[in-house]
């Protein structure tokens, strides 16, 4: 198991940007793919982006792409995801998932994630 706490919430103007860290414990964490999900009020939850083990693939979804940025920093057990242009349709929780992984394709299935944080809150006003 790892344990991942989520940070870097907050309130931001639309347009403006975050940067949402996860911070693991426990395990060596470079064994582990990450994803970051949100959920929106009265929503289902979704997948926002994914990095393999080692950080040479990642995936986003297409509302997010070439807008969040996700990357990682094995030596530190990180995994950030930095938001650009935020949009009020951005505001939801974070959460940041990992599963013990050494294959190169990114998770972006909710199931394949057996371990979650808590989450971190993202509100952009217009």
Known sequence: ???LVE????????????RLSC???GRT?????VGWFRQAPGEEREFVAA???????TYYTDSVKGRFTISRDNAKNTVDLQM????????AIY????????TARPKIL?????NWGQGTQVIVSS
């Open 95 to 102: 959460y940041c998932a990992a599963r013990w992984s050494q």
């Open 84 to 91: 650009n242009s935020l949009k009020p349709e951005d505001t």
């Open 51 to 57: 990095i393999n083990w080692s950080g040479s693939s």
């Open 23 to 25: 911070a693991a414990s």
């Open 7 to 18: 940070s870097g919430g907050g309130l931001v103007q639309a347009g403006g940007s975050l």
């Open 29 to 33: 964490f470079s064994n582990y793919a």
């Open 1 to 3: 198991q790892v344990q």
């Open 110 to 114: 909710e199931a394949e994630y057996g």
